[in-house]
């Protein structure tokens, strides 16, 4: 039991950091991605040039993934709600192993 608390535990909350910080940069990514669609940020601007394809690195191996199983509904992409949906599902499990 004491082995569980001094090692598994910081893991699992160190798992779910990486998890947050994921969830919040997929965030960013989808709210990125649609200033872009709709005009309001220059998609040529070096910053957000810089940050759409960083989050795009990490996000479309994933994203890419689901679409081959979920389908696009016009110009919804649901993928980023499914992926978003299950974080906090895995995120829950690991809050509620924490002794």
Do not use: A
Not at 43 to 55: E, K, M
Not at 61 to 68: C, E, K, Q, S, T
């Amino acid at each position: 039991m004491v082995l569980y608390m001094l090692v598994i535990n910081p893991l699992i909350e160190v798992l779910l950091l990486v998890l947050y910080l994921f969830q919040w940069s997929l965030v960013v990514y989808i709210l990125i991605s649609l200033l872009v669609q709709f005009g309001v940020v220059n998609p040529y601007h070096s910053i957000i040039n810089l940050i759409q394809n960083s989050l795009s690195q990490i996000h479309e191996p994933i994203l890419n993934v689901l679409r081959r199983y979920i389908p696009i509904f016009g110009n919804l992409d649901l993928t980023p709600l499914i992926v978003f949906v299950v974080i906090q599902f895995i995120s829950g499990i690991l809050r509620n192993s924490i002794i």
